[in-house]
Antibody
């Protein structure tokens, strides 16, 4: 059974940094692209970033490009999101998800983790 | 960027009724790369349909997807109590990957 477990969410001040982790099990982690998708309180879903299975290709939404980086450690089956220069509008639940079925790094999302809450506030 | 517009925003129905949800794209979605998700309160989204019409693992056959180009539909043939939730469409044919704003199916 595929399991994705996010951690690292916290309350952080504007301008601060945070690193999220997503521990994966139940599938061949290095074979799949992985993504972060976020959901602001009471709002819809927003794609944040995707990384290819080997980690060579990364992509970001315009809203986070230059502030967030994505990485993975395939030896530990773990995905990361490094978040810098955080803003109030980054407040959201952050989900990790496998990303499959499109062309290149594009794909649909699923399965998903349960999410981790990031709150940016002073 | 492909903008996905879902309608209606809220669909009020009773168990046993048929639900028809619409997702319209601002430009053609390439290669049928359109997916649907279900999200219940306090839970992560769950993949229902991908490739416009292929059900994901363990999704019951009362859920079906159809459409092409810019117009897509999710149909729930007979609503069960556990189907009352928010549904999102997503395109994965071009970057950035985008979601629709969601349709809430609630109890009439």
């Amino acid at each position: 059974e595929v399991q994705l477990l996010e951690s690292g969410g916290d309350l952080v001040q504007p301008g601060g940094s945070l690193r999220l982790s997503c521990a994966a099990s139940g599938f061949t982690f290095s074979s799949d692209a992985m993504s972060w998708v976020r959901q602001a309180p009471g709002k819809g879903l927003e794609w944040v970033s995707t990384i290819s299975g080997g980690g060579e290709v990364t992509n970001f939404a315009d809203s986070v490009r230059g502030r967030f980086t994505i990485s993975r450690d395939n030896s530990k089956s773990t995905l990361y999101l490094h978040m810098n220069s955080l803003r109030a509008e980054d407040t959201a639940i952050y989900y990790c998800a496998t990303t499959r079925g499109g062309t290149g790094w594009y794909g649909r999302f699923g399965p998903w983790g349960q999410g981790t809450l990031v709150t940016v506030s002073s | 960027e492909i903008v996905l517009t879902q309608s209606p925003g809220i669909l009020s129905l009773s168990p046993g009724e048929r639900a028809t949800l619409s997702c319209r794209a601002s430009q053609s979605v390439s290669s049928r790369y359109l997916a649907w998700y279900q999200q219940k309160p306090g839970q992560a989204p769950r993949l229902l349909i991908y490739g416009v019409s292929t059900r994901a693992t363990a999704i019951p056959d009362r859920f079906s997807g159809s459409g092409s180009g810019t117009d897509f539909t999710l149909t729930i043939s007979r609503l069960e109590p556990e189907d009352f939730a928010v549904y999102y469409c997503q395109q994965y044919g071009s970057s950035p990957l985008t979601f629709g704003g969601g349709t809430k199916v609630d109890l009439k």
